[in-house]
């Protein structure tokens, strides 16, 4: 336990302050709606993939929020985050959460709805 005014050495992954993610293109222009029948699927089969329940649901509360709630979210949580953007991120057992770009923002190419 360090003082409060101690800072946190370089290699502690627990710090990592998050961001949104770069911009990025789908393969094909695809709609708002389509859009977020792919982040239904993702969250509906994310818990299969291994991992605790209650750490996808932080994640996905946390994809839902601005930077600052986000990162309270994961930190309250116990996440560690590996890349900053949330792309890749870890439990404290060491389990594994891998997310895909289209859960953690809009790609460059969405088409609008008419």
């Given at each position: 336990?360090?003082?409060?005014?101690?800072?946190?050495?370089?290699?502690d992954?627990?710090?990592?302050?998050?961001?949104?993610?770069?911009?990025?293109?789908?393969?094909?222009?695809?709609?708002?709606?389509?859009?977020?029948?792919?982040?239904?699927?993702?969250?509906?089969?994310?818990?299969?993939?291994?991992?605790?329940?209650?750490?996808?649901?932080?994640?996905?509360?946390?994809?839902?929020?601005?930077?600052?709630?986000?990162?309270?979210?994961?930190?309250?949580a116990?996440?560690?985050?590996?890349?900053?953007?949330?792309?890749?991120?870890?439990?404290?057992?060491?389990?594994?959460?891998?997310?895909?770009?289209?859960?953690?923002?809009?790609?460059?190419?969405?088409?609008?709805?008419?």
């Amino acid at each position: 336990m360090g003082c409060a005014g101690s800072t946190p050495a370089k290699g502690d992954g627990n710090v990592k302050k998050i961001r949104k993610p770069k911009p990025w293109k789908h393969p094909q222009p695809i709609t708002k709606s389509q859009l977020e029948q792919m982040r239904e699927e993702f969250w509906d089969t994310a818990p299969h993939y291994g991992g605790s329940k209650e750490i996808w649901d932080a994640l996905k509360a946390a994809t839902k929020q601005d930077l600052t709630f986000a990162q309270a979210i994961v930190d309250s949580a116990g996440v560690i985050v590996q890349s900053a953007d949330l792309t890749i991120c870890y439990d404290e057992r060491g389990a594994k959460y891998e997310l895909p770009k289209y859960v953690l923002s809009e790609p460059t190419n969405l088409i609008q709805e008419s």
